[in-house]
């Protein structure tokens, strides 16, 4: 179950560090990715992130183990199943186990309409 707080923990890193790797630029931009996780917190819901010019709000923000995810997270990831999406993490951190208790903070956002 999805642990949504109504008080954050302060962040831990700025919303321009959220997507910085090419291949997540182009899918935010496509629209195949309005979400990711990571293992700390990067924005405050109502933050604005800027890719390429482009702007999106982040609208959610809360933590979620691994072993909790579906293959519906794993598409607003850009992934077609939670294995596509946890074969790619993996490969992106190599040596990092993957431990269902594990906790990451989910980030949802989505285009922002001038």
Not at 48 to 60: C, H, N, P, S, W
Not at 96 to 101: C, E, G, T, V
Request: glycine share 6%; with cysteine.
């Amino acid at each position: 179950m999805q642990n949504e707080n109504t008080t954050l923990p302060p962040k831990t890193c700025s919303v321009d560090r959220l997507i910085t790797m090419e291949s997540d630029i182009k899918l935010v931009l496509s629209g195949k990715k309005s979400a990711t996780r990571r293992n700390g917190r990067y924005a405050d819901p109502g933050e604005i992130m800027t890719l390429d010019g482009q702007k999106f709000v982040v609208e959610r923000v809360y933590s979620q183990s691994l072993g909790e995810l579906t293959d519906d997270d794993a598409r607003s990831e850009g992934f077609s199943t939670v294995e596509e999406y946890k074969q790619s993490i993996l490969a992106y951190h190599p040596g990092m186990p993957w431990l269902p208790h594990m906790r990451v903070w989910v980030h949802e956002f989505r285009p922002l309409e001038d």
